[in-house]
């Protein structure tokens, strides 16, 4: 079994430039689930859900003989995992639970009781699958992919099915012979910050009016679908701000003994009288509240990890619920033009944490985060990139170094950070002659991926 996760470098996903144009759509990038990690408790809940539904799909005589599952997680799965609960989103999955409604206590009970087993319906035939099913195998090998895992079905010692799959970040999964979904083409295609503010300056569209009619053409959904679904994601987002902000002075689990304090900024900052310190302050509560919502395993929305899924939020949450109130059409168009931002990272670069550091998910979610203010507050595309670009500027070179492996410290505090990073990099641009930036963004990307 260690074998079936060694398998050549060239079958697996490649991860640094895709061909063409930018394919993404906005229900595979803004996802719903389960934290503390997009890479290592999201994506292996969804790749371990994805295979429950392939083996629930193989012929009843084949499903008859079926004795047991098991999983392998090599690489940073194997190093880092258990400090996310990797087992625990892999053995949910496994067992049928899907990571949008999963419950939060579910996952907990497997924390409070290891040696439960769960029962496992497969055309009739019933399994009982543990937390001893999840494999942490090994950390260093000629691994296709950091986060590399392989699931097989079992008939005894006999392997039924098996596939080998990897956690490419943000929550997105392949497996090998992965090939992305046919999809049509879009009605600007880009595939640099370049290209995409050309197709917009030359049709006279706002960088978020451009993303939602490649949207509707690559989708094939209708705009009102669209705006469904980013108001689902608004709502999701505030929802867990306001979970956070809800639990004052509690501790965080794991061996670190955290507690949170995003509650208590927030109560103290009320009483600030300097408007710009409490404006601040504010922000980076808003950021925490989620951020530590996600360190306690609870449902969060990747923008574009759930280790950065402090950051948009809490710029969504200030400017919906803070003193700007600002019409949610606005914020929609804001969540637009992040997605930009983060389609171009993830084609170019990556946002897998084991791959580009936290650069790849704090840097990257105070670039789309950037963005958002921008296009929200109706400024230019060129704006629009050059905040992104100075907010991921200012998180290059960092590294993913999460004390005991838990995302907690330093991540919670990153994910304020970034978001005022965020609103650092908007003003400062917003302020300054625009065609005097030095840096595009397209060059920020590039030096991500090579870094």
Request: aromatic share 6%; charged share 20%.
């Amino acid at each position: 079994m260690r074998d079936a996760g060694k398998k050549k470098k060239a079958s697996g996903p490649s991860h640094r430039k895709h061909a063409g144009p930018v394919m993404t759509v906005l229900e595979e990038f803004y996802k719903a689930g389960p934290g503390p990690s997009s890479s290592h408790t999201l994506g292996p809940m969804r790749i371990t859900y994805d295979f429950h539904r392939r083996c629930a799909s193989l012929p009843a005589d084949q499903l008859a003989r079926a004795t047991g599952m098991r999983v392998h997680l090599f690489g940073s799965l194997s190093a880092t995992g258990r400090g996310h609960g990797t087992e625990r989103a892999a053995l949910a999955g496994l067992v049928g639970k899907e990571p949008t409604t999963v419950e939060p206590a579910f996952l907990d009970a497997m924390l409070a009781d290891a040696s439960r087993s769960y029962p496992v319906n497969l055309g009739g035939n019933t399994l009982r699958l543990s937390l001893a099913d999840i494999i942490y195998d090994e950390v260093k090998g000629p691994f296709p992919h950091p986060n590399t895992m392989t699931c097989t079905l079992l008939a005894g010692n006999e392997t039924l099915y098996q596939l080998q799959y990897y956690s490419v970040g943000g929550g997105f999964i392949e497996w090998e012979g992965y090939q992305p979904p046919h999809r049509h083409p879009p009605e600007y295609p880009y595939s640099t910050m370049k290209e995409l503010r050309r197709q917009a300056e030359e049709n006279n569209l706002s960088i978020a009016r451009l993303m939602m009619r490649n949207e509707i053409a690559v989708s094939g959904k209708t705009e009102e679908e669209v705006n469904a679904f980013l108001d689902k994601i608004i709502g999701a987002m505030l929802a867990t701000v306001e979970a956070g902000l809800a639990v004052k002075d509690e501790l965080l689990p794991g061996p670190i003994k955290m507690r949170s304090k995003a509650a208590t900024i927030f109560e103290r900052a009320q009483s600030e009288p300097e408007e710009a310190e409490r404006a601040i302050a504010l922000l980076a509560a808003y950021a925490m509240a989620a951020s530590e919502e996600n360190a306690r395993g609870h449902l969060v929305i990747t923008a574009p990890t759930a280790g950065s899924a402090g950051v948009m939020p809490a710029a969504v949450y200030a400017l919906l619920k803070g003193r700007r109130k600002l019409p949610v059409e606005k914020v929609r168009e804001g969540l637009l033009a992040g997605a930009a931002v983060g389609y171009l990272c993830k084609h170019n670069a990556t946002l897998a944490g084991a791959e580009g550091g936290c650069q790849a998910e704090i840097g990257v979610a105070s670039g789309m985060t950037a963005a958002l203010f921008a296009q929200a507050l109706g400024k230019s595309p060129l704006i629009v990139e050059n905040a992104a670009e100075s907010a991921i500027e200012h998180h290059l070179g960092i590294t993913c170094d999460p004390v005991a492996g838990y995302v907690q410290v330093p991540c919670i505090e990153r994910c304020a950070f970034g978001a005022v990073k965020a609103w650092t990099a908007y003003t400062i641009v917003a302020n300054e002659i625009a065609s005097g930036h030095r840096v595009d963004l397209d060059t920020i990307i590039k030096t991500l991926a090579e870094l």
